[in-house]
């Protein structure tokens, strides 16, 4: 990053228990360790800076682990469920079906049905067939249109594949009172690790302008979903969490004004930081005598854990026992026969030069959008193990 007089230090927070843990095993296969501890510490720093007028939803997605779970229903976290799958996990867990929204833009008319039976009643839609499933699957059921983002300054923006513009949400509202729901809000995500608060304030505009369009045409709003977009360190300097949210909530009432209820649905912002991939290094070479670039083989890839160094965008952070030696670029790729598994390579990654196979490398802040991303065993290859203290 490019330091700027007065900007915070990118500081990494230790996490003593990880790092202890980690330092007296030893690891056949790569496995992502996750401090459950933390991400309680997370929860109830981005719960500070919401404050009281916001619920927390935490995004299942992120790191559906058991232990998460429950750890967040003890907290009183509430959940934003994606299928039925996540649904009964988080029921299965102990959360109540009214803290759990069903908030994919794209559900299975039976999930719906399925949702509904197990005492969901909040679900979105960014379309009129999405309204007449659940019209049909859940009738009655509160429903929030989601927003499109047009612009966003997120490191892994969601932009276009979600949302509706001003003019559909508008008629959406109405065609679900004519189909018997009861919309009673909007929704949107302003992409995900947006790394600070004053990013979110360009969307914001946009979308209060819809929300108060809506309740000049007489609709009785009353839930405004923010989405999630809370960012992890991946060693550019963000905010800390209390902060960010705090900062999060002042830009929403000066765009919104007052909002009866609102929710919020942390994914990464609650796990990433919580969670370690220890990983191998298996193969350490050169394409030929003149080669520049090393190449640098992980036991770890693009299809077992770190798809999200898809177009390198998220750039994590690798830490060996050679960090102290002179370091140099390489290429980074994972051990699949895949030529696509290849982590980073545009912009090479500095390691030890001493770097070679057998060495152990940790990848920092892998606790969200890691273990689900992994493929069940693409190539011989086992998924991602997960472990949580
Ligand atoms: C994935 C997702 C989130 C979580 O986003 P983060 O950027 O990880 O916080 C929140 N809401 C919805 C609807 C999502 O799909």
Redesign the pocket.
Same mark, same amino acid.
């Given at each position: 990053m490019i330091a700027t007089v007065g900007a915070p230090a990118p500081v990494r927070v230790p996490t003593p228990r990880l790092d202890d843990y980690v330092a007296s095993q030893t690891f056949d296969k790569p496995t992502l360790v996750i401090d459950v501890d933390r991400v309680e510490t997370q929860f109830n720093a981005l719960k500070a800076g919401l404050g009281e007028a916001a619920d927390i *939803?935490y995004?299942v997605? /992120?790191n559906p682990a058991r232990e998460i779970i429950q750890r967040l229903v003890k907290l009183g976290s509430h959940f934003?469920a994606?299928s039925r799958g996540e649904i009964e996990l988080v029921l299965s867990q102990g959360a109540k079906p009214s803290d759990v929204s069903f908030?994919?833009t794209i559900k299975r008319a039976s999930d719906i049905a399925f949702a509904w039976n197990a005492g969901i009643t909040l679900f979105?839609a960014d379309a009129d067939e999405e309204l007449e499933k659940i019209a049909e699957n859940a009738p009655g059921a509160q429903v929030y249109i $989601?927003l499109i983002v047009e612009v966003s300054e /997120?490191d892994?923006p969601?932009s276009r594949k979600?949302g509706c513009d001003k003019g559909t949400a508008l008629r959406l509202l109405d065609y679900a009172k004519d189909l018997g729901l009861d919309p009673i809000g909007f929704?949107f *995500?302003v !992409?995900?690790?947006?790394r600070r608060a004053e990013m979110w304030q360009p969307t914001l505009g946009a979308l209060a302008e819809i929300w108060h369009a809506a309740r000049d045409a007489g609709h009785d709003l009353t839930l405004l979903?923010i989405? !999630? @977009?809370?960012p992890a360190f991946y060693g550019e300097a963000i905010e800390a969490p209390t902060s960010y949210a705090a900062r999060v909530m002042e830009l929403i009432h000066a765009a919104f004004g007052e909002v009866p209820r609102i929710m919020a649905?942390? @994914? $990464? !912002?609650?796990v990433a930081e919580a969670g370690v991939i220890v990983s191998e290094v298996l193969l350490v070479s050169r394409k030929s005598d003149r080669d520049m670039h090393r190449w640098v083989y992980l036991d770890i890839g693009r299809f077992s854990g770190l798809a999200e160094t898809e177009g390198e965008a998220i750039r994590y952070q690798f830490e060996t026992a050679k960090d102290d030696d002179p370091t140099g670029p390489c290429i980074m790729a994972g051990p699949s026969c895949d030529s696509a598994d290849v982590l980073y390579e545009k912009r090479p990654m500095h390691l030890p030069l001493t770097l070679k196979s057998g060495d152990r490398v940790l990848i920092r802040n892998t606790g /969200?959008?890691t273990s689900t991303y992994s493929s069940v065993c693409f190539n011989g290859f086992p998924p991602l193990d997960v472990v949580v203290i």
């Amino acid at each position: 990053m490019i330091a700027t007089v007065g900007a915070p230090a990118p500081v990494r927070v230790p996490t003593p228990r990880l790092d202890d843990y980690v330092a007296s095993q030893t690891f056949d296969k790569p496995t992502l360790v996750i401090d459950v501890d933390r991400v309680e510490t997370q929860f109830n720093a981005l719960k500070a800076g919401l404050g009281e007028a916001a619920d927390i *939803h935490y995004a299942v997605k /992120a790191n559906p682990a058991r232990e998460i779970i429950q750890r967040l229903v003890k907290l009183g976290s509430h959940f934003d469920a994606a299928s039925r799958g996540e649904i009964e996990l988080v029921l299965s867990q102990g959360a109540k079906p009214s803290d759990v929204s069903f908030g994919n833009t794209i559900k299975r008319a039976s999930d719906i049905a399925f949702a509904w039976n197990a005492g969901i009643t909040l679900f979105s839609a960014d379309a009129d067939e999405e309204l007449e499933k659940i019209a049909e699957n859940a009738p009655g059921a509160q429903v929030y249109i $989601r927003l499109i983002v047009e612009v966003s300054e /997120a490191d892994w923006p969601l932009s276009r594949k979600f949302g509706c513009d001003k003019g559909t949400a508008l008629r959406l509202l109405d065609y679900a009172k004519d189909l018997g729901l009861d919309p009673i809000g909007f929704s949107f *995500h302003v !992409g995900s690790q947006t790394r600070r608060a004053e990013m979110w304030q360009p969307t914001l505009g946009a979308l209060a302008e819809i929300w108060h369009a809506a309740r000049d045409a007489g609709h009785d709003l009353t839930l405004l979903n923010i989405g !999630g @977009g809370f960012p992890a360190f991946y060693g550019e300097a963000i905010e800390a969490p209390t902060s960010y949210a705090a900062r999060v909530m002042e830009l929403i009432h000066a765009a919104f004004g007052e909002v009866p209820r609102i929710m919020a649905e942390p @994914g $990464r !912002g609650m796990v990433a930081e919580a969670g370690v991939i220890v990983s191998e290094v298996l193969l350490v070479s050169r394409k030929s005598d003149r080669d520049m670039h090393r190449w640098v083989y992980l036991d770890i890839g693009r299809f077992s854990g770190l798809a999200e160094t898809e177009g390198e965008a998220i750039r994590y952070q690798f830490e060996t026992a050679k960090d102290d030696d002179p370091t140099g670029p390489c290429i980074m790729a994972g051990p699949s026969c895949d030529s696509a598994d290849v982590l980073y390579e545009k912009r090479p990654m500095h390691l030890p030069l001493t770097l070679k196979s057998g060495d152990r490398v940790l990848i920092r802040n892998t606790g /969200a959008y890691t273990s689900t991303y992994s493929s069940v065993c693409f190539n011989g290859f086992p998924p991602l193990d997960v472990v949580v203290i």
